[in-house]
T-cell receptor
């Protein structure tokens, strides 16, 4: 149980393109989803927390107009990197958790984004 | 002071030995504690959850929690080369407030 699907796994695109990443909880309802990015050999960096039906809460230093997050249903959240540039190249990982208090985060497989 | 601290390692143990990974946290009111394993280039995978003081065993893994001393540890018995990974300690304060450590890199030497 507790499977989180993230798509796509890899994206390579030109500078200036917008890229959408989907995160789905397959066998549970995810009240909350989290978006992280991770640079090589560095730790996870939380970008934003999204609750179904409400605006995402962004961490300090993360541009909300650059990284658009939508959590329209209890099983789907999307992250759109708008007008991506080479410095946005990174490993983006989503996670989701059910609503009950003691539940952990379950991670998707991540999306490796390369901007040329 | 960081919310969650882990020794970054690297920690090297011979195959078959016990690997001991430690984590301390700063908020005494923290409620839930998790260990994740992350292989290089992959996303984290949940391996253990622990909520109350004491030990919790799952196969070769044992999580230990001591709320009075504010530490949580993970023991891996009979370590295998496939256990070589970075281990992340995560602590949930309340609600959706999670804090991750920076991870301990473990290498199991055949």
């Amino acid at each position: 149980g507790a499977v989180v699907s993230q798509h796509p796994s890899w994206v390579i695109c030109k500078s200036g393109t917008s890229v959408k990443i989907e995160c789905r909880s397959l066998d549970f309802q995810a009240t909350t989803m989290f978006w992280y990015r991770q640079f090589p050999k560095q730790s996870l960096m939380l970008m934003a927390t999204s609750n179904e039906g409400s605006k995402a809460t962004y961490e300090q230093g993360v541009e909300k107009d650059k990284f658009l997050i939508n959590h329209a249903s209890l099983t789907l959240s999307t992250l759109t990197v708008t007008s991506a540039h080479p410095e946005d190249s990174s490993f983006y990982i989503c996670s989701a958790r059910p609503g009950a208090d003691n539940q952990p985060q379950h991670f998707g497989d991540g999306t490796r984004l390369s901007i040329l | 002071q960081k919310e969650v601290e882990q020794n970054s390692g690297p920690l090297s143990v011979p195959e078959g030995a016990i690997a001991s990974l430690n984590c301390t946290y700063s908020d005494r009111g923290s409620q839930s504690f998790f260990w994740y394993r992350q292989y290089s280039g992959k996303s984290p995978e949940l391996i253990m959850s622990i909520y109350s003081n004491g030990d919790k065993e799952d196969g070769r893994f044992t999580a230990q929690l001591n709320k009075a001393s504010q530490y949580v540890s993970l023991l891996i018995r009979d370590s295998q080369p496939s256990d070589s990974a970075t281990y992340l300690c995560a602590v949930r304060r309340t609600g959706n407030q999670f804090y991750f450590g920076t991870g301990t890199s473990l290498t199991v030497i055949p």
